[in-house]
């Protein structure tokens, strides 16, 4: 009976997924089906790329190699700037929204490296399973590029790893193969099917991976995590669909899981232009009680879509 359960919980699971990243029909066209499951865990993988933007070179990209000694050399590459990893989730790229819109953000400021990391070939859609089974190779991986980062002159310290959905969950993952933790993570809506059933601690986003997780949520529940995850988590407007997002429930759903990168990008942008008041352990957020917990209430005045593709 339980074996029944499960079989049925990850079909429909997947069919959500389908439902809400594309059309159901395409479930069915063995044209979709190229899932990729990585079967070897051997870095560097070809299908994990990394990119290097800096104030210097703009929206121009530059693939980093942790084989070549001189990649970050000549790459302007500041040692004296902080560092920030940027991590897609399901069925995402590094070069589309809102990726590109967290990127933007921290090239504004101009104070940052920042390092793409783009597994777009190991999580094509439909292919949630596999995607889900190839964060681990891609955290183990990035992992190397993170020490590769530090043993040329990065500051732990300044260094954040940030992640959507699944992105979210690799960031805590690296530090599974890290001497010491990670200092700083930021989970943007980190992505919750199957991985409240069926992973264990070793392989999703907790407060354990760095000294300092901070958690976004704005689909608390349906396709993002629920309740406190991080050190700190910011549950906005309410946690579970966002204001700005119209549509069927669907559509509201995959909208509301984006704006967590839009929100997180607009703070780095402008850094006291969102504010949490203390609320409940709860995200979803039930009640009107204050208290001094780890989950902040964040509002919103806006009335926009966060620009997706």
């Given at each position: 009976m339980k074996l029944w359960f499960s079989v049925?919980?990850?079909?429909?699971?997947?069919?959500?997924f389908i439902q809400v990243h594309g059309?159901?029909?395409a479930f069915f066209d063995?044209?979709?089906?190229?899932?990729?499951?990585?079967?070897?865990?051997?870095?560097?993988?070809?299908?994990?790329?990394?990119?290097l933007y800096t104030p210097h070179t703009g929206r121009t990209r530059l693939r980093i190699d942790v084989r070549n000694p001189y990649s970050l050399k000549f790459s302007n590459f500041n040692s004296k700037k902080k560092n920030v990893?940027?991590?897609?989730?399901?069925?995402?790229?590094e070069s589309k929204t809102p990726m590109t819109i967290l990127r933007d953000a921290y090239l504004y400021r101009g104070d940052y490296n920042i390092f793409s990391v783009d597994w777009s070939d190991l999580t094509n859609f439909p292919c949630y399973l596999s995607s889900l089974s190839n964060t681990r190779l891609v955290a183990q991986c990035t992992a190397k590029l993170y020490a590769f980062v530090m043993a040329n002159g990065g500051e732990a310290e300044e260094t954040t790893c940030v992640g959507h959905s699944l992105g979210a969950h690799i960031c805590g993952m690296i530090s599974n193969h890290l001497t010491l933790k990670?200092?700083?993570?930021?989970?943007?809506?980190?992505?919750?099917?199957l991985i409240d059933r069926y992973a264990n601690k070793y392989f999703r986003l907790t407060k354990d991976d760095a000294y300092h997780v901070q958690i976004i949520h704005t689909n608390s529940g349906f396709l993002g995590e629920v309740n406190q995850v991080g050190h700190v988590d910011f549950c906005v407007n309410?946690?579970?669909k966002q204001p700005g997002c119209k549509g069927n429930p669907l559509r509201v759903s995959r909208c509301s899981h984006f704006q967590s990168a839009c929100y997180f990008a607009k703070s780095v942008k402008y850094p006291k232009s969102i504010i949490g008041r203390p609320c409940t352990q709860t995200c979803p957020k039930k009640n009107n009680q204050w208290g001094a917990f780890g989950t902040y209430c964040v509002s919103t005045d806006t009335k926009k879509d966060c620009p997706f593709e």
């Amino acid at each position: 009976m339980k074996l029944w359960f499960s079989v049925c919980f990850l079909i429909a699971t997947c069919l959500c997924f389908i439902q809400v990243h594309g059309q159901v029909g395409a479930f069915f066209d063995l044209r979709y089906w190229r899932c990729v499951l990585k079967k070897e865990f051997i870095c560097p993988d070809n299908d994990i790329k990394y990119y290097l933007y800096t104030p210097h070179t703009g929206r121009t990209r530059l693939r980093i190699d942790v084989r070549n000694p001189y990649s970050l050399k000549f790459s302007n590459f500041n040692s004296k700037k902080k560092n920030v990893f940027i991590v897609h989730g399901f069925n995402g790229t590094e070069s589309k929204t809102p990726m590109t819109i967290l990127r933007d953000a921290y090239l504004y400021r101009g104070d940052y490296n920042i390092f793409s990391v783009d597994w777009s070939d190991l999580t094509n859609f439909p292919c949630y399973l596999s995607s889900l089974s190839n964060t681990r190779l891609v955290a183990q991986c990035t992992a190397k590029l993170y020490a590769f980062v530090m043993a040329n002159g990065g500051e732990a310290e300044e260094t954040t790893c940030v992640g959507h959905s699944l992105g979210a969950h690799i960031c805590g993952m690296i530090s599974n193969h890290l001497t010491l933790k990670q200092h700083k993570i930021v989970g943007l809506d980190p992505a919750r099917p199957l991985i409240d059933r069926y992973a264990n601690k070793y392989f999703r986003l907790t407060k354990d991976d760095a000294y300092h997780v901070q958690i976004i949520h704005t689909n608390s529940g349906f396709l993002g995590e629920v309740n406190q995850v991080g050190h700190v988590d910011f549950c906005v407007n309410g946690g579970m669909k966002q204001p700005g997002c119209k549509g069927n429930p669907l559509r509201v759903s995959r909208c509301s899981h984006f704006q967590s990168a839009c929100y997180f990008a607009k703070s780095v942008k402008y850094p006291k232009s969102i504010i949490g008041r203390p609320c409940t352990q709860t995200c979803p957020k039930k009640n009107n009680q204050w208290g001094a917990f780890g989950t902040y209430c964040v509002s919103t005045d806006t009335k926009k879509d966060c620009p997706f593709e």
